[in-house]
């Protein structure tokens, strides 16, 4: 059994992707259930983001969805969660998201979910939080992110001592590990490439 209780995974509300990232989203869904561990997310049906919620749920676990009014019906708002919370905007959804959550996992996504990493790297940075972030590069789709994220440190943006505010893993099967690492780390952990 994991030391967090609860997680929160951003990830894609796309469905035209490839089948590696769904497949992702299920061994995710059963490796948080496995470990203990309930997920929060942003409360569609949709997507690997849909896929994530329906793998824990399928495999007993429980699912807190947070889902902004405005999005319920467009992202149709998935049904049969353990809980589903609708807010009234993107920023207390986010908000919530970040506060009933012992760590965050991030997936392939889209604009979305590059909003949502950055902001809680961003609060890290700030010292606002010290959770761990685990950041899923499946079939190196993060890649370019990795290569922005070390461009902005050689130029100055950034401290080199950033880097160690995220973990990057590579196989579903190291995010566990790489969080509950995380979590008994300070801000001075190193940054984690598997």
């Known amino acids: 059994m994991s030391k967090l209780s609860t997680v929160c995974v951003y990830c894609g509300?796309?469905?035209?992707?490839?089948k590696s990232y769904k497949q992702a989203a299920?061994?995710?869904?059963?490796?948080?259930?496995?470990?203990?561990?309930?997920?929060?997310?942003g409360g569609g049906d949709v997507g690997i983001m849909g896929i994530t919620a329906e793998a824990v749920l399928s495999n007993g676990g429980k699912v807190t969805g947070i889902i902004p009014e405005f999005l319920e019906k467009s992202e149709i708002g998935?049904?049969?969660?353990?809980?589903?919370?609708?807010?009234?905007?993107?920023?207390?959804?986010k908000q919530h998201m970040a506060e009933m959550s012992d760590g965050f996992i991030v997936?392939?996504?889209?604009?979305?979910?590059?909003?949502?990493?950055?902001?809680?790297l961003t609060w890290r940075q700030l010292s606002l939080h010290n959770k761990p972030i685990v950041i899923v590069n499946i079939?190196?789709?993060w890649d370019p992110l990795v290569q922005m994220v070390d461009h902005i440190v050689a130029e100055g943006f950034a401290a080199e001592k950033n880097l160690s505010l995220i973990q990057i893993v590579s196989?579903?099967?190291?995010?566990?590990?790489?969080?509950?690492?995380?979590?008994?780390?300070?801000?001075?952990?190193?940054?984690?490439?598997?």
Do not use: C, W
Not at 107 to 120: H, M
């Open 13 to 18: 509300s796309s469905s035209n992707v490839r």
């Open 26 to 41: 299920r061994q995710l869904g059963a490796a948080l259930v496995e470990a203990g561990i309930d997920l929060i997310y």
């Open 78 to 93: 998935k049904d049969n969660l353990t809980e589903l919370m609708v807010v009234p905007s993107m920023h207390i959804r």
């Open 107 to 120: 997936l392939p996504g889209g604009f979305g979910t590059l909003d949502e990493l950055f902001e809680i």
């Open 139 to 141: 079939d190196g789709y």
């Open 171 to 194: 196989r579903v099967d190291d995010v566990v590990s790489a969080l509950e690492a995380g979590a008994a780390e300070d801000n001075s952990v190193s940054v984690e490439r598997l």
